[in-house]
């Protein structure tokens, strides 16, 4: 194959923010924004592709020549098609699960099959109705009409980069929205207004006013899209249970299941079930464990590694094959990657991917079998968390927590807590992210830390004690469960009659790809303040959106694990 490697995670040097003067946020985007292009000035035609809609994006700016994700400029400029259609789809009154589908496929770490995107461009396309080239050739090179770089400089910066936040607002919602729907949820609002804004960008017209206008109100139905998939969530697999979970995979065959879908998780344990197959949830599929009717299967054996960024090592030679269900997918290497499966949106060129039928039925006899032939652990395998340990704990929804409001809240008041600090987000492999290890090991003995996410892998296997019977370290689960994390906070805002901002209770988020922009939109929404974002600021915000922020909601960029906690904690 001719196709370049990727670069590996974290190479690019995105640019740190080390100051705690949230000037120094404008000061990072007077200089960043600039895409390279070739010929002479005025030739728009780039080097090879352009894409800086993820946390690790090269240089802070923008990846040129691949990116630092593994996505070949091939595949990049079909994302570009594809979401070029969807704008013109949502203008012509499309499916909204259609247009949500397309999205999801460009989310970061989703799909790298070039075959497979333009399969999805050519669905959607069909809805238009257009008629697209018939080979590739020909839709690579119609895929340079949609490209970023052009629009922005007939644009303009400011208005082409609010319509870039606010559709990463609407990838990471119609993420939410396609589990969701998978479980049977749906909302009318929340597929209107996903057809009305993407009608938005469809519009070069659309002012920059308008565009920050409907991200947050992206976030706002963003909110409503988590609420039904929780809802889907709990009635499937019934209520999340705080739940210890073993990180040391047992001797026997073996599957791995990494992404978000639970669904998904729920057909292969149910086709597994009496077959002599252990089942290992990986990343963000780990609070499956907290689910009663899930955690029932016998054959759900514990969480295999870490987070998603550690998987080419953890992977490596491992005797069983891995399905991913979602995002985040990295390059296979030679010693595991005949072990990959995909589905769903998933996909990578020459990994085999299981389809589903039109009700969202999967037969996992492929998978299954493999899991047979390669033989899996002979003995117990020994592994860890980041930092040693060998038991994580999950289960910790808004309603496990609830369920002991009486004693957080006297607790509270009492003074045996005196902080809350929310710690979580997508996690990366920036090296500055081993921040939030060292912040979360500096919060107070009478504090907690609520987390979710695959950031929460940084720290999740610290034993950091109890208060007064409630562990300091409270898994809420996967990013969607972010709605737990509000529920929470809005049900404490209430039992002290106060503002949500006014309670003692600290976001410190980290951020990767397009969920968490969403998320972050959605508590934007919501009007919380005083939220320390990083490891970076998105290249994607302008410096008028960065000072718009930190105008309105005070967002602060982190900077270091002791001064941050200082200015949090009021200590001089």
Not at 39 to 44: A, I, L, N
Not at 99 to 109: E, S, Y
Not at 458 to 479: A, K, S, T, V
Request: with cysteine; charged share 20%; proline share 6%.
């Amino acid at each position: 194959s001719d196709r370049k490697p990727p670069l590996p995670g974290g190479a690019g040097g995105s640019i740190g923010l080390n100051t705690g003067d949230p000037c120094c946020m404008g000061r990072l985007h007077s200089v960043h924004f600039l895409p390279r292009f070739s010929g002479e000035r005025g030739d728009v035609t780039m080097d090879k592709m352009f894409c800086f809609q993820c946390e690790q994006t090269a240089f802070g700016t923008g990846c040129t020549e691949r990116g630092v994700c593994g996505k070949q400029p091939d595949c990049a400029g079909l994302q570009d098609l594809l979401l070029g259609l969807l704008k013109e789809a949502a203008a012509k009154g499309a499916d909204p699960a259609l247009l949500a589908d397309g999205l999801f496929t460009t989310v970061t770490n989703v799909n790298f099959d070039p075959e497979k995107v333009a399969e999805a461009a050519r669905r959607v396309a069909a809805a238009i109705p257009r008629k697209l080239p018939p080979d590739m050739a020909g839709l690579e090179k119609l895929a340079g009409k949609y490209a970023f770089p052009p629009r922005r400089e007939k644009l303009g910066e400011e208005v082409a980069d609010s319509q870039e936040l606010l559709l990463y607002g609407l990838k990471g919602m119609s993420a939410y929205l396609h589990h969701a729907r998978r479980l049977g949820r749906t909302d009318a609002a929340c597929d209107a207004f996903l057809v009305r804004a993407l009608s938005a960008l469809a519009k070069p017209d659309t002012p920059k006013d308008e565009l920050i206008s409907l991200a947050l109100e992206c976030g706002r139905q963003n909110l409503r899209a988590m609420e039904i998939l929780n809802e889907g969530h709990t009635a499937r697999f019934g209520k999340p249970e705080p739940a210890a979970v073993r990180i040391t995979p047992v001797a026997g065959k073996a599957i791995l299941v990494s992404g978000h879908d639970l669904d998904d998780l729920e057909q292969l344990l149910k086709q597994t079930e009496g077959g002599g197959v252990n089942v290992y949830t990986h990343g963000e599929m780990l609070p499956a464990h907290g689910y009663p009717k899930l955690a029932a299967y016998k054959h759900l054996a514990g969480n295999f590694g870490t987070a998603w960024q550690s998987q080419q090592t953890e992977f490596d030679n491992i005797p069983a094959p891995v399905l991913f269900t979602t995002n985040c997918l990295m390059p296979p290497r030679p010693s595991y990657e005949d072990r990959i499966y995909t589905t769903s949106v998933v996909g990578y060129e020459g990994m085999v991917h299981i389809e589903g039928t039109k009700d969202g039925k999967k037969d996992f006899t492929p998978i299954i079998k493999h899991a047979l032939k390669l033989g899996g652990y002979e003995h117990d395998h020994s592994m860890s968390g980041i930092n040693g340990g060998h038991i994580l704990t999950t289960g910790f929804a808004h309603g496990a927590v609830l369920s002991h409001a009486d004693k957080l809240t006297t607790a509270i008041k009492n003074g045996d807590i005196k902080h809350i600090f929310l710690v979580g987000g997508c996690d990366g492999a920036h090296p500055g992210r081993n921040y939030y290890t060292e912040f979360v090991k500096q919060t107070p003995m009478d504090s907690l830390v609520l987390t979710l996410a695959c950031g929460k892998y940084r720290f999740n296997d610290l034993d950091l004690g109890e208060i007064d019977g409630i562990p300091r370290i409270l898994d809420m689960g996967q990013c969607n469960d972010s709605y737990s994390a509000i529920k929470v906070a809005l049900a404490l805002a209430e039992v002290f009659n106060c503002d949500i901002n006014k309670l003692p209770l600290t976001l410190v988020l980290s951020w990767y790809e397009q969920k968490a922009v969403c998320i972050l939109l959605t508590l934007l929404a919501l009007g919380v303040k005083n939220i320390y974002l990083g490891p970076t600021l998105p290249a994607f915000m302008t410096e008028t959106v960065v000072r718009f922020l930190v105008d309105t909601y005070n967002l602060q960029p982190i900077t270091a694990p002791e001064q941050d906690m200082d200015a949090i904690l009021g200590r001089s």
